[in-house]
């Protein structure tokens, strides 16, 4: 049985887990210890008896990879995969629920970035990626943990397609295979799981994955807000090819998207997304409601004053703020706008 737990298990900074004696089921369960989920989540995201998380967290205390244990004693031998597998062959189903349809991320806790055993690769490729095609297809279906997420490596669509039937299937599997997966039509299929694409993390490994298609990206992203468009659009993360598509995508939206979310947009961040709308204006609405607006922000004020769509009678509003009274340059940049007032303001 577990004892009590009041702190969430943590894992050993700078302990390298690979050269630690760990079974494919230590390494799944180590994968899901993030430091904030406690003893009982782990219950829940793994699918595993309590009793089972209790052993395998004192196993991994004992090995030195979670705080609280002694440090870890260097490999005397390696451990075969095989041993390993006999060690852990006697293991129940596990995995995590997927998101229920039309369930908005947004309205959800951000999820933790998720941490792969190195087992699950180790277990792919040192045994199951040597069996037939036909042989990964028809294991993939009906495999159970750690084997089910092994399979989340396999290069195969036809393989992603058996795993997506497989009634253990959860969302730590769809996150697996929108980071690792390489093929155009395997992504294709995770994608043609709502439940899956709806989570932050599968569609940010996803927009990571060089081989998203254009298309799926406009699918995905075409009637999601502005806002979140933007921030994907301009993000470091994304692949040159995806992020291309999200400035058309964004660009689009502006154009006939709500009032509101333009004005979101362009407030939200302090006007940097101007720089994105090159030859796009704004209509009577959105101007109105950025015109009721009081500004207290230099960046925003700046950026507005040199977009040359900004309308006149936004122009005149931003001239009797009082930050631009306070900031002569401002007021220089606004006077100088082609939709400036006559005399300046």
């Given at each position: 049985?577990?004892?009590?737990v009041?702190?969430?298990?943590?894992?050993?900074?700078?302990?390298?887990?690979?050269?630690?004696?760990?079974?494919?089921?230590?390494?799944?369960?180590l994968?899901?210890?993030?430091?904030?989920?406690?003893?009982?989540?782990?219950?829940?995201?793994?699918?595993?008896?309590?009793?089972?998380?209790?052993?395998?967290?004192?196993?991994?205390?004992?090995?030195?990879?979670l705080?609280?244990?002694?440090?870890?004693?260097p490999?005397?031998?390696e451990?075969?995969?095989?041993?390993?597998?006999?060690?852990?062959?006697?293991?129940?189903?596990?995995?995590?629920?997927?998101?229920?349809?039309?369930?908005?991320?947004?309205?959800?806790?951000?999820?933790?970035?998720e941490?792969?055993?190195?087992?699950?690769?180790?277990?792919?490729?040192?045994?199951?990626?040597?069996?037939?095609?036909d042989?990964?297809?028809?294991?993939?279906?009906?495999?159970?943990?750690?084997?089910?997420?092994?399979?989340?490596?396999?290069?195969?669509?036809?393989?992603?397609?058996?795993?997506?039937?497989?009634?253990?299937?959860?969302?730590?599997?769809a996150?697996?295979?929108?980071?690792?997966?390489?093929?155009?039509?395997?992504?294709?299929?995770?994608?043609?799981?709502?439940?899956f694409?709806?989570?932050?993390?599968?569609?940010?490994?996803?927009?990571?994955?060089?081989?998203?298609?254009?298309?799926?990206?406009?699918?995905?992203?075409?009637?999601?807000?502005?806002?979140?468009?933007?921030?994907?659009?301009?993000?470091?993360?994304?692949?040159?090819?995806?992020?291309?598509?999200?400035?058309?995508?964004?660009?689009?939206?502006?154009s006939?998207?709500?009032?509101?979310?333009?004005?979101?947009?362009?407030?939200?961040?302090?006007?940097?997304?101007?720089?994105?709308?090159?030859?796009?204006?704004?209509?009577?609405?959105?101007?109105?409601?950025?015109?009721?607006?009081?500004?207290s922000?230099?960046?925003?004020?700046?950026?507005?004053?040199?977009?040359?769509?900004?309308p006149?009678?936004?122009?005149?509003?931003?001239?009797?703020?009082?930050?631009?009274?306070?900031?002569?340059q401002?007021?220089?940049?606004?006077?100088?706008?082609?939709?400036?007032?006559?005399?300046?303001?």
């Amino acid at each position: 049985m577990i004892a009590p737990v009041s702190l969430p298990p943590k894992r050993r900074a700078q302990v390298d887990v690979t050269k630690l004696p760990l079974s494919p089921i230590d390494g799944f369960v180590l994968s899901r210890i993030d430091g904030a989920t406690d003893v009982a989540q782990l219950v829940q995201v793994t699918g595993l008896p309590a009793e089972r998380v209790g052993e395998v967290l004192e196993r991994l205390r004992r090995h030195g990879a979670l705080e609280g244990g002694d440090e870890p004693e260097p490999a005397t031998q390696e451990v075969e995969l095989a041993e390993v597998m006999t060690a852990e062959s006697e293991e129940p189903e596990t995995g995590v629920a997927e998101l229920p349809d039309g369930v908005e991320p947004d309205e959800e806790p951000a999820a933790p970035e998720e941490q792969e055993s190195p087992t699950h690769r180790a277990l792919y490729m040192q045994s199951l990626s040597k069996l037939t095609l036909d042989e990964r297809v028809g294991r993939a279906k009906a495999s159970e943990e750690p084997e089910l997420s092994a399979w989340c490596f396999d290069p195969s669509p036809r393989v992603v397609a058996a795993v997506l039937e497989n009634p253990r299937l959860g969302l730590s599997h769809a996150r697996l295979i929108a980071r690792h997966h390489r093929d155009a039509q395997g992504l294709e299929l995770l994608c043609g799981r709502a439940a899956f694409t709806a989570d932050d993390v599968v569609r940010r490994e996803l927009l990571r994955n060089p081989q998203l298609q254009g298309g799926i990206v406009r699918r995905l992203f075409g009637q999601r807000r502005a806002i979140e468009q933007w921030k994907w659009s301009s993000s470091r993360e994304v692949t040159e090819q995806s992020r291309r598509t999200l400035k058309e995508t964004f660009r689009a939206r502006f154009s006939s998207g709500p009032a509101e979310e333009k004005v979101e947009v362009i407030i939200k961040t302090d006007g940097r997304c101007i720089a994105a709308l090159s030859g796009l204006g704004l209509d009577s609405k959105t101007a109105a409601i950025l015109c009721a607006r009081s500004y207290s922000s230099p960046m925003l004020v700046q950026n507005l004053a040199r977009w040359s769509a900004c309308p006149p009678p936004l122009v005149a509003h931003l001239l009797r703020q009082a930050i631009v009274k306070r900031q002569p340059q401002l007021k220089t940049l606004l006077n100088q706008h082609p939709n400036a007032p006559r005399g300046g303001g």
